[in-house]
């Protein structure tokens, strides 16, 4: 099935580790998104990419950073920079065509420990 | 992004039409209305798109006003695995690869 997978679903970090996370699409879309959620907020965009070999921030990118390698694949390093990493971190895909939506993965759930 | 405006919550009984609106009196001629659900500890699933006319799918109705100021999202047979907060967005024109911005949305109970 095509579709957009997020590994691990659960993670845990040490106080001053870097973690990543990874998120993998075979829908051959060009532009892929992370997104941040904490608990009962919206989505607040990190990073996106529209193409392989550049990516921009969003919203909050401070203390994470981001690779675009390949089309499919779109990993999130969450750094010891980040203050306050726990939340629920999402990975969505879509074309480039103006009014196609995005798709989402089920989500990692990062905490510290 | 126009603003999108929906209520808190909403029930529906199982079997019926599950009505959700959705305002956005602000939103520009170019504007797609999208909607998504996202059910606890899972992704945001899209559920359908719109510009200005109606559309169907195989999961549910999209109906927008004629001034384009709010619209209405039917699902005709809700069941419980439809409990689920509901979002309706309308991103700028071009935004698809841009951020998506998610308010509270409506929180749909279906119940027994």
């Known amino acids: 099935d095509g579709g957009i997978t997020q590994s691990p679903k659960y993670l845990f970090r040490k106080e001053g580790q870097n973690v990543t996370l990874s998120c993998e699409q075979n829908?051959?879309?060009?532009?892929m998104y992370w997104y941040r959620q904490d608990p009962g907020q919206g989505l607040r965009l990190i990073y996106y990419?529209?193409?392989?070999?550049?990516?921009q921030k969003g919203d909050i990118a401070e203390g994470y950073s981001v690779s675009r390698e390949k089309k499919e694949s779109f990993p999130l390093t969450v750094t010891s920079a980040q203050k306050n990493p726990t939340a629920f971190y999402l990975c969505?895909?879509?074309?480039?065509?103006?009014?196609?939506?995005?798709?989402f993965g089920d989500g990692t759930r990062l905490s510290i420990l | 992004d126009a603003k999108t405006t929906q209520p808190p919550s909403m029930d529906c009984a199982e079997g019926r039409a599950a009505n959700l609106p959705c305002n956005h009196s602000?939103?520009?001629?170019?504007?797609?209305v999208y909607w998504y659900r996202q059910i606890h500890s899972q992704g945001p699933q899209y559920i359908i798109h719109?510009?200005?006319n109606n559309e169907t799918n195989e999961m549910a109705s999209l109906i927008i006003t004629e001034d384009r100021k709010s619209s209405t999202l039917i699902l005709p047979h809700a069941t419980l695995r439809d409990t689920a907060v509901y979002y309706c967005?309308?991103?700028?024109?071009?935004?698809?690869?841009?951020?998506?911005?998610f308010g509270q949305g409506t929180i749909l109970t279906v119940h027994p």
């Open positions: 829908l051959n879309h060009d532009a």
């Open positions: 990419s529209q193409i392989v070999n550049d990516f």
């Open positions: 602000t939103i520009s001629g170019n504007e797609y």
């Open positions: 719109g510009l200005k």
């Open positions: 967005i309308a991103p700028p024109r071009g935004t698809s690869y841009g951020k998506l911005t």
């Open positions: 969505a895909s879509s074309t480039r065509q103006g009014n196609q939506p995005q798709h």
